[in-house]
């Protein structure tokens, strides 16, 4: 799966590399690798590809559901067009409760008693998908999994799925992108290497 996706964000022009300047997180990180998987839903043709990896994805790991559930912004766009690939319902999740109307935080449907997928578009410190993981779970939905276009694979996000008892299913890490990019030349062999290794430390330098 990775071997056939790896590409598929490079492609898309969703990946820039800075190894000088870097790029800056919310979360505080400083990063050599700046991912904007949006992109990857411009082209029909990237787009349905992604979409029949993530259908391809759940039938191997035999993950059961009714609704598929999006993180704002970035899962929204995936998490809809998979929920239709699959006949699914539907719901997406606000990073914060409205302030005003029915200040809801899950928009789309009920999801009480019921098993819901959630979907990512990139996992860095996993702070937005766990937040709209514990909505899920306030709202009574049994949730046990999430999926991801991509993933930095940082140790403390992957704890804390863990901790969370959710298990995190990505189509393709940022090293294998990174991997792909040094072999096509984008980048430099020993840049790819030092990108590995900072993701162990993402909190270090480069």
Known sequence: MADSMSG???DAGAITFDFVKGFDFVSGIHSPVYMDIRKLFYEPAIRDKVISALKMMIETNTISCDIIAGVETG?????????AALQKKFVYIRKK???????RMIEGGEV???EVLLVED????????LSSIEALKDANALIKDCV????YDFPEALAS????NITL??????????AEASRRGLIKEKEASQFVTWTKNPYGTW
């Open 122 to 129: 990139t996992v860095s410190t996993g702070a937005s998908s």
């Open 112 to 114: 009480a008693g019921k």
């Open 161 to 164: 799925y863990e901790k969370a």
């Open 8 to 10: 598929a964000p490079l």
């Open 97 to 103: 409760p409205k302030e005003h109307g029915l200040r």
């Open 148 to 151: 991801a276009i991509t993933s």
């Open 75 to 83: 899962g929204i766009a995936p998490a809809a067009l998979l929920a």
């Open 169 to 178: 299913h990505a189509l393709v890490s940022a090293a294998e992108i990174a």
